[in-house]
């Protein structure tokens, strides 16, 4: 079946815009996460929603990254005002139970 | 959630078993050993996990001490399709906090 998707793919904007990045995850995958990835480094977490629980927000790293998520489907995070350390690649990840399934990411690069 | 150590960089020749270490000494007892990896320029694929016991799949081996502060992913037969950045990860596995806190991972070359 289809995997997590993104989109879009790369984004290119200029600092002080506001982006809107796009996660489908896996059908019936109740879990969604949120990642950032920069140029060369590990994994960070920035949100993770579980069903209708309230969202754990705690690695979102400024008031100006949030994200939304509409029951248990499509997911937007949303940086405004971007600043060009928000230069990285987000990956946004779905799972049902353990395992963490991810979408190939959006590379977003601020000018 | 528990934090973990791991070489930044292993080389392995291929066909042989790679072994990538990791330390993670403040385990608690309900969080499980993950390990992922990322090939260059994808998102991360998932290996294996396990709680006390050894664990294998058609992919890998995880081998976890008896006090379960460090564990060894084991890829038997080591292919150049398998060079990538491995990740250790220790979370709990259900219910609230769920989150996968990544570090840097060890950057696994396989020289063929």
């Known amino acids: 079946g289809a995997g997590v998707s993104q989109s879009p793919s790369n984004k290119v904007t200029e600092k002080g815009k506001d982006v809107e990045l796009r996660c489908d995850p896996i059908s019936g995958h109740t879990a969604l996460y949120w990642y950032r990835q920069r140029l060369g480094q590990g994994l960070e977490f920035l949100i993770y929603f579980q069903g209708n629980s309230a969202p754990d927000k705690s690695g979102l790293p400024s008031d100006r990254f949030s994200a939304e998520r509409t029951g248990e489907s499509v997911s937007t995070l949303t940086i405004q005002r971007t600043q060009q350390e928000d230069s990285a690649v987000y990956l946004c990840a779905s799972s049902l139970v353990l395992e963490q399934f991810f979408g190939p990411g959006t590379r977003l690069t601020v000018l | 959630d528990a934090k973990t150590t791991q070489p930044t960089s292993m080389d392995c020749a291929e066909g042989r078993a790679a072994n990538l270490p990791c330390n993670h000494s403040?385990?608690?007892?309900?969080?499980?050993v993950y390990w992922y990896r990322q090939i260059h320029s994808q998102g991360p694929q998932y290996i294996i996990h396990g709680l006390k016991n050894n664990e294998t799949n058609e992919m890998a081996s995880l081998i976890i001490t008896e006090d379960r502060k460090s564990s060894t992913l084991i890829l038997p037969h080591a292919t150049l399709r398998d060079t990538a950045v491995y990740y250790c990860?220790?979370?709990?596995?259900?219910?609230?906090?769920?989150?996968?806190?990544f570090g840097t991972g060890t950057s696994l070359t396989v020289i063929p």
């Open positions: 403040t385990i608690s007892g309900n969080e499980y």
């Open positions: 990860i220790v979370r709990v596995g259900i219910g609230t906090g769920n989150q996968f806190y």
